[in-house]
């Protein structure tokens, strides 16, 4: 299954508080992102214009969780919301009735500024479209036991 929003921002995250798993800083040497474009006090550099290969930078989370930031947007199961307020705190997928509603990307892309691929960033798309910067990751969970 996609992953929760809440899920997903934890495996990113990967007991961090700093804005990207590896610091305050991303550089186009740890992701993948429009790298005309800088963040805080980062350097400019490559623009790919294109995705790259899983475990392109070499840098895992502490969850060995790859390219958390950048590369592709990623799908989760959740329906926008522009806010939190009534938010569900259990960790569960926040969805209405409606099936055309906007989801939920989380990450960042290869195509968006740096800011795009914090931790926190998130974005939404119709569930219809199809871009080459948005992708998904899979949850494999296990069921519940009485």
Not at 66 to 76: A, P, Q, R, T
Not at 111 to 117: D, E, G, L, S, V
Request: aromatic share 14%.
């Amino acid at each position: 299954r996609l992953p929760t929003e809440a899920e997903w921002e934890y495996a990113c995250r990967s007991q961090t508080t700093t804005p990207f798993h590896f610091g305050n800083i991303v550089t186009p040497e740890l992701a993948n992102y429009d790298g005309r474009s800088v963040y805080a006090n980062g350097t400019k550099g490559e623009y790919r214009q294109a995705t790259t290969p899983v475990d392109h930078f070499g840098i895992a989370n502490a969850f060995g969780l790859s390219e958390m930031h950048g590369n592709v947007w990623e799908w989760c199961q959740d329906h926008y919301q522009s806010h939190y307020d009534s938010a569900l705190t259990d960790g569960s997928a926040w969805v209405n009735n409606n099936e055309q509603a906007n989801r939920v990307l989380r990450g960042g892309s290869w195509f968006y500024a740096p800011r795009n691929c914090r931790s926190a960033s998130r974005n939404f798309n119709s569930p219809d479209d199809r871009n080459s910067d948005v992708g998904f990751r899979v949850v494999c969970s296990a069921p519940r036991t009485l």
